[in-house]
């Protein structure tokens, strides 16, 4: 059911997210993401584009969960304490204490974190990091870059490509990064 609806939607990622994710993963860099969106769409989008990266163990995915009966109906979402929603993605990272912790341990301490809402920068307070890039997506005409401006270190407006943040991570693995 599920497997159909994210192919009738024609949703598309946007340009370079998942070449960008594939990188990350063949550069040994751990990638979580973090989403107010339902999990088993998620899987199933990045699934039906790249099946491989799903696989791997570098990608984690932290969203909305979904539970049906033996007829495959829907009966519930997560709980209401535990719904993500982009007001609550700082204290989600808190349930996500032992995945920062393992990475910790493994000595990484660097975050990229790409956030399209103006409360994900909120996320760092409750992980440990030594640095932090901070990539704001003002995808709405509506939304105020200056807001994200004060908030996130760089901005992409509108839908446009990976390509500043693939630039990024390029100037900060130089040759590890380019192969």
Not at 16 to 27: I, K, P, S, W
Not at 60 to 81: K, P, R, S
Request: net charge negative; glycine share 6%; charged share 25%.
């Amino acid at each position: 059911m599920i497997q159909e609806a994210v192919r009738r939607a024609n949703t598309v990622p946007r340009p370079g997210a998942l070449e960008l994710l594939q990188r990350c993963v063949d550069c040994k860099i751990p990638v979580l993401i973090v989403s107010a969106g339902l999990q088993p769409v998620i899987e199933e989008f990045v699934r039906q584009h790249n099946e491989t990266l799903l696989k791997s163990p570098l990608l984690a995915i932290h969203a909305n969960t979904m539970a049906f009966d033996d007829q495959g109906e829907l009966v519930a979402c997560a709980g209401e304490d535990d719904m993500i929603h982009f007001q609550n993605k700082n204290q989600i990272f808190r349930q996500c204490r032992t995945y920062f912790e393992a990475l910790s341990k493994e000595g990484r301490s660097h975050v990229l974190l790409l956030g399209d809402s103006l409360e994900d920068v909120r996320c760092l307070e409750n992980i440990q990091h030594k640095a932090a890039i901070k990539i704001g997506f003002a995808n709405r005409p509506s939304n105020d870059v200056r807001d994200y401006l004060e908030r996130f270190d760089a901005v992409i407006t509108g839908d446009r490509s990976m390509e500043y943040v693939d630039q990024v991570m390029q100037s900060l693995l130089g040759e590890q990064w380019a192969h």
